[in-house]
């Protein structure tokens, strides 16, 4: 357990049993050397209630509770009482009950003597009614728990009953529970999940992986997770720093300790690990065990320690720490569980606890707080040894800007070994990836790096997954890549430890300053001796800025992988082809007079950014890059000057071409017909051109087709259009009624977004395959064909800033999750119909007065967003009665300015996390909320004085705008006062603010969006 001074805590009425039970009881459990906490023993004569007892409550294994007839009538034991049932829920700690002639039933329904002693309580005044409610809730939760009865022993003996406790307790002691922090934040949802997916009921055997990156928790994790599993196993077993210990003493000593722990008795020192592994195959197959196996980073590790096939007894629990999921997945476990970065407010919490021992800092030292916390980026090992340095020697105020500043410029040495031991297990390959991404390429696009490293022999793919299974990177849902900023910085030490300091020989620079030094001949120009050096470069970025109407050019990273050339002839020879090893130029708002591309090799040559750059279709540097055979992604978006693409016949091979922002470009050159390879063609935002090539028709490999807010009035008569597998194409156009798309039918995403389109084709239910469809900003489409229900591959409907009548048939959408509906105030649409009952997210937004539709069947719904912006019509109770069936709803945003009460039924949401009301104008008293709720915002509900949250246990966010809350009853926010005063500003951007994010939080685009723009006008 977490810190446990005392292993017995006896509560108990002193005139009742002092000298009597409680004293044999006492003297029982001391001679069994139990170590028992008596209060009236402990704490001098008179002393009030205070942190030594609450200490002592806390750091003790089990409570015991003596209830007898005066229990109640003591202040003294019921807050001890309270304090217990606080610590079972967080802590895990065991409550075991004695009812010394006093009757369960009496605790749970508060009758007799309790009940009266309680009224006594109430009436005197002497707590408030906050605390009454917190004894009522301890008498009842305990007294529905399992202990003795003295009523029930044979003839009330009490030193049969003495014995039964004591055997009882000594064998609970037998279990070893594993110590934690006492310093805990935003697990107990981790614990659970882990728990669901471990399950109950079930008789066959369970193995759960917990993965991580170092320092991340993982461990902190597995040890609650078994010592809530612990009570139901008599065997078990908890193998720590697996890794470590076997380097150390050998596999053998660990699976001896593993026979010794399951088999309660020493066994001999294993041989040799076949021989373990036979001991454990042949004695546990049949053996119901709970084994947690700590910092595995082998699959042989988990062979020698749990057998060829994790071989042991129906029942049995077996839980794996690791760093590296790839284990998991070679020893076939199925249930596996990642456990992520603490969000910045739960950091926020954690650094608090260990600096302030408080769960939020004092309001004078939260800016700082939050800066410390913001290096972190939710790492719990850095936020701890961060709170704990400042914690012991940030108690000058100076010492808080010192200590923030070498934070911020240096790596912490306890993370770096933890991070190092990760890094050490990649092979060569993927070291160089690790190290590049550190060093430059943190969010970049994984596609385009992809082309890099495939062409200098890295194996990405097989790379970039092992990276993301060890926690090294996330690939984000944008598909950019993303690195933790101490993984980082661990990176760019080793780049300079293996240079051994020197610049010269440094594998990659990333400082633009380092990188000008080796580049630059003068003050402002480049100079070929300077590339003629780096005859190993592979990536190159360089970034043009104007001043006064001249370029001044700064690098800001290249890559070099081997020395710099210092020898004559060398030098001479890379002088006439300069970089043959570059395989990625990135030379922004490049200016044509700055180098001649002709000293260039361009042999390897794969990625090519040019954007921003003033350059011409005729530009007389096209004929050099087109000796760029191996080119695979041209990127010219934003040359403001390119009326016309270049030719492009000789970039056979190319597969991304990228002209978005092009404002002039009013002609695609016909050899793109000749683009065989070409995946994607992004010509968004190009609002001159209007027309398409027909050769576009002919190219087989397209699959993105991205013409959004550009000028294309029409698509061409693409004959050969049946011959595209495409996978994914967007294309905004004009399309017209009666239009046929059934060459398109292996359409994964269509995105007509902000287009002047006035009608979808009947034959867009040929697209089978579709599984995105938006028309975000297509105002001119009033109504959807028949045939939509045709699309059941569809999961994502984007229906935002546009009004369209919708048929009937959209229930049929049996795959549909995500919808996003808006209706304006200048549409004709009366009422909607039945949504399918796969959807998981609907947010509907109204600008006039429609009815309130009736959800009841969508059972699956874990986020909603209502916004009815109108005054025309008060809704009745029954309107909302279906939100009791969304029983898996987890976030919930109402907005209706005439609703007076919140329904009933919302109390009945046990997976409700978040509710956050809008301008409910009418609403003037909140007395329901589900005890789940952990955020709740509030905002415009100008009617609002009531708002009762004295049930919200884990309310973490609290937030009122524009909302005059008079009585928060039963509930103080003076333990919170920060987040109240956040609450409380009204200023303007603040709530624009809020608006973005709450507009986010359901897929919607905040800024320039009606809907949101008229929830803040409310606000005001």
């Known amino acids: 357990m977490e810190g446990c001074h005392y292993e017995v805590f006896l509560s108990f009425r002193g005139p009742d049993t002092r000298m009597g039970f409680t004293d044999h009881l006492y003297t029982r459990l001391t001679d069994a050397g139990v170590r028992t906490y008596r209060d009236d023993e402990e704490l001098c004569v008179g002393e009030e209630i205070g942190p030594d007892l609450l200490k002592a409550i806390e750091q003790s294994k089990i409570f015991m509770p003596i209830f007898s007839k005066s229990y109640t009538s003591s202040r003294w034991c019921l807050k001890e009482l309270a304090q217990m049932v606080e610590c079972r829920k967080r802590k895990g700690q065991i409550i075991m009950p004695i009812f010394y002639h006093v009757e369960p039933s009496e605790l749970r329904d508060q009758t007799g003597g309790y009940g009266e002693a309680l009224l006594v309580h109430e009436n005197e005044k002497r707590v408030d009614d906050k605390t009454i409610r917190e004894w009522r809730a301890a008498l009842k939760e305990v007294g529905g728990l399992k202990g003795w009865n003295i009523e029930n022993v044979a003839n009330r003996h009490e030193g049969l009953l003495v014995k039964q406790v004591v055997t009882s307790i000594l064998n609970e002691l037998k279990k070893a529970y594993l110590v934690v922090s006492d310093f805990l934040v935003g697990v107990e949802d981790y614990v659970k999940e882990v728990l669901r997916m471990i399950g109950t009921g079930t008789d066959d055997a369970k193995i759960v992986g917990i993965h991580g990156m170092g320092g991340i928790g993982k461990t902190t994790l597995a040890k609650l997770v078994y010592n809530k599993l612990l009570p139901d196993f008599v065997d078990c077993c908890f193998l720590a720093d697996v890794r470590e210990t076997l380097h150390l003493k050998g596999i053998e000593q660990l699976q001896t300790q593993l026979i010794s722990d399951l088999s309660k008795q020493e066994h001999p020192i294993i041989k040799g690990m076949d021989e373990g592994i036979k001991t454990i195959e042949e004695r546990f197959s049949s053996k119901k065990v709970l084994i947690l196996l700590d910092d595995v980073d082998e699959k042989s590790q988990l062979i020698a320690l749990l057998g060829r096939q994790g071989c042991f007894g129906p029942r049995s629990r077996i839980l794996i720490t690791t760093r590296n999921a790839i284990v998991l997945r070679e020893f076939k476990v199925k249930l596996t569980y990642l456990v992520d970065f603490l969000d910045p407010e739960k950091s926020l919490k954690l650094f608090s606890k260990y600096v302030f021992r408080r769960d939020h800092p004092p309001i004078e030292k939260m800016k700082r707080c939050r800066e410390i916390v913001e290096i972190a980026q939710g790492l719990p090992l850095m936020l701890e040894v961060m709170g704990s340095t400042l914690s012991i020697y940030g108690q000058k105020e100076e010492m808080w800007d010192d200590y923030l500043e070498k934070w911020k410029n240096s790596q912490i040495k306890s993370i770096r070994s933890k991070l190092m031991i990760t890094y050490e297990a990649l092979d060569q390959s993927q070291r160089q990836i690790f190290l590049d991404i550190a060093c430059l390429f943190d969010g970049y696009d994984k596609s385009t790096m992809i082309y890099m490293w495939r062409d200098c022999g890295l194996c990405p793919m097989e790379g970039l997954e092992v990276l993301e299974l060890m926690s090294l990177i996330k690939i984000r849902e944008d598909n950019k890549l993303w690195m933790h900023d101490q993984l980082k910085d661990l990176g760019r030490e080793i780049v300079s430890q293996e240079s051994g300091g020197e610049l010269d020989k440094q594998s990659r620079l990333w400082n633009h300053m380092d990188t000008l030094k080796i580049l630059l001949r003068e003050k402002y120009h480049f100079a070929v001796e300077g590339f003629a050096k780096l005859p190993n470069l592979r990536f190159l970025r360089v970034v043009n800025h104007r001043y006064h109407g001249k370029y001044r050019s700064f690098s800001q990273a290249s890559l070099v992988l081997h020395n710099m050339i210092t020898s004559p002839m060398d030098l001479l020879r890379s002088k006439q082809q300069l970089l043959p090893s570059l395989r990625w130029l990135s030379w922004c708002d490049f200016c044509r007079q700055t180098l001649k591309l002709r000293n260039f090799s361009l042999c390897n040559l794969v990625i090519l950014d040019f954007s921003r750059s003033v350059i011409t279709h005729d530009w007389n540097g096209w004929r050099h890059i087109k000796r760029a055979k191996k080119l695979k992604v041209l990127d010219l978006s934003k040359c403001l000057c390119l009326t016309k693409t270049p030719d492009f016949s000789g970039l056979l091979m190319l597969e991304r071409l990228i002209l978005k922002d092009c404002v002039k470009l009013t ?6 017909g000749q683009l065989k390879h070409l995946v994607l063609l992004n010509l968004c935002y190009c609002s001159n051109l209007h027309y398409l090539p027909k050769e576009l028709g002919g190219l087989p490999s397209l699959t993105e087709l991205l013409l959004d807010n550009s000028g294309i009035q029409e698509i061409p008569d693409w004959c050969d259009m049946e011959n595209l597998e495409n996978r994914i194409v967007q294309i905004s156009t004009s399309a017209k009624a009666g239009d046929s798309l059934n060459c398109l039918n292996s359409m994964l995403t269509l995105s007509l977004d902000r287009t002047l389109i006035t009608h979808l084709p009947d034959s867009i239910g040929a697209l089978t395959n579709l599984e995105c469809l938006s028309l975000k900003g297509c105002y001119q489409i009033k109504k959807f064909p028949y045939s939509i229900k045709e699309l059941r591959s569809l999961t994502k409907l984007d229906l935002s800033h546009l009004d369209i009548d919708l048929p009937d048939s959209m229930e049929s959408l049996e795959n549909l999750k995500a919808l996003k509906l808006c209706l304006s105030e200048r549409g004709d649409v009366s009422s ?44 009745s109770p029954s309107d909302l009665v279906w939100i009791g069936t969304l029983s898996k709803l987890e976030v919930l945003t109402l907005g209706y300015p005439r609703m007076t009460n919140l329904p009933l039924e919302l109390g009945g949401l046990p997976h409700l996390k978040t509710l956050q009301l809008f301008n409910c104008f009418a609403l003037e008293c909140i007395s329901r909320i589900p005890s789940s709720v952990t955020k709740l ?22 937030y009122v705008f524009d909302s005059p809350v008079e009585d928060l009853y039963g509930h103080e926010l003076s333990y919170n006062p920060v987040e109240w005063k956040t609450s409380k500003d009204n200023g303007a951007d603040s709530r624009h603010k809020f608006m973005q994010m709450v507009f986010k939080q359901h897929g919607l685009e905040p800024y320039g969006h009606p809907y949101c723009n008229c929830a803040i006008e409310y606000l005001y």
């Not at 002609?667 to 793109?672: A, G, R, T």
């Not at 509030?938 to 966010?957: A, P």
């Open 667 to 672: 002609e695609v050159d016909s050899s793109i």
């Open 832 to 875: 909607l119909p039945k949504f399918p009952e796969s959807l998981t997210s609907l947010a509907f937004l109204s600008l006039r007065q429609i009815p309130f539709p009736d959800l009841s069947n969508l059972a699956n719904l874990k986020l909603l967003m209502l916004f009815i912006a109108t005054w025309n019509e008060i809704p």
């Open 937 to 958: 915002h509030i905002g415009g509900c100008r009617s609002l004085t009531t708002l009762g949250i004295s049930n919200l246990k884990n309310l973490s966010e609290l």
